[in-house]
């Protein structure tokens, strides 16, 4: 029956994705999180924030993509017209236009198209936001041994101790690099949106959603599609979708890009949802734990070594 081999495709994704992370959580000790706490505490979460919180939450989320882009993309950052006065510092050391990016048109279309929608939305948001708008907080997008990316990569098994890992090197680093942001950008929106309550900001909301959703998308198929030919590249984006998922607590809010078994057939898996066909959700708290790079509370790290700017900056407690 069609019905059956529907329900046995979603049960052998469910598995498949479940025993992809095992590894991942018990190497982090993540702790079960009550259901019934978890809502009191969201509940109780979403009475404090202004829509402002969580548009200038958005706003830092969107300097650091947009920083990352417009160096990959163009060899050069945001405009200090953008940053905001006595912005942050952006630490760059070996960022750069992707090395041999011409070489391959398709994924250097890409990332023009990205940066120059990522710039978007940083001038969007701070035009939204007027007075309320944030600064941009110190940011770090550099290639170094010891740089956010090189962290996250060494963590998910990409590289060894001492390794780095330059997201300027390739059209295929770059896919990468750019992975680890845009799956978490679409669930942070997701997350976020319920809670505001202008409903222009709303709308204004769903619409970066989609942008960002489009924009994982396009990574998503650009990996997948080169996975063909080289499957080691599938393999280290599930990787980075493991290590994202092994920060934000027990409940499965990720999914790689190697092929799933639909049907009794292979398919590709380049739009990740729950077995509704929705997309997934991260708490404000889930998004910092991933950009932060770590399962605990704390309020800097990774890519923000000293934390958001605005009144949403601390990560969960996983």
């Known amino acids: 029956m069609a019905e059956d081999q529907l329900l046995e495709a979603f049960d052998s994704r469910v598995r498949r994705r479940s025993e992809r992370r095992e590894f991942f959580k018990a190497a982090i000790g993540a702790a079960a999180v009550g259901a019934t706490a978890l809502i009191v505490s969201e509940e109780a979460f979403a009475q404090t924030v202004t829509d402002a919180d969580i548009l200038n939450f958005a706003l830092n989320l969107e300097y650091l993509e947009a920083q990352f882009y417009a160096y990959a993309a163009g060899g050069a950052g945001l405009a200090a017209s ?114 505001i309550l202008n409903r222009t900001y709303t709308e204004a909301a769903a619409g970066i959603m989609a942008t960002e959703a489009h924009h994982a998308a396009i990574v998503r198929t650009a990996l997948y599609a080169k996975g063909v030919a080289a499957p ?9 979708s493991n290590y994202r998922d092994s920060l934000d607590g027990t409940t499965d809010l990720d999914q790689g890009i190697s092929p799933v078994t639909i ?56």
Do not use: C, W
């Open 82 to 195: 953008l940053l905001g006065t006595s912005p942050g510092a952006l630490t760059a050391t070996n960022a750069r236009r992707v090395d041999n990016l011409d070489s391959d048109p398709l994924v250097r279309d890409y990332a023009r198209e990205i940066a120059a929608d990522e710039v978007a939305h940083v001038t969007f948001l701070r035009a939204q936001l007027g007075a309320s708008a944030v600064v941009q907080p110190a940011i770090d997008i550099s290639a170094t041994a010891t740089s956010p990316f090189s962290n996250a990569a060494r963590a998910a098994g990409l590289i060894g101790a001492g390794a780095t890992f330059d997201p300027y090197a390739s059209p295929e680093n770059f896919l990468l690099g750019a992975f680890l942001f845009e799956d978490v950008g679409v669930t942070a929106y997701k997350g976020a949106a319920p809670m």
């Open 232 to 240: 080691s590249l599938r393999s280290s984006a599930d990787a980075i």
């Open 263 to 318: 049907n009794g057939a292979a398919a590709s898996n380049i739009a990740p949802l729950d077995t509704d066909g929705l997309a997934f959700a991260r708490t404000t708290g889930q998004v910092l734990n991933i950009v932060y790079l770590t399962n605990a509370a704390v309020s800097a790290g990774g890519f923000f070594p000293a934390g958001m700017n605005g009144n949403i900056k601390t990560s969960a407690a996983n």
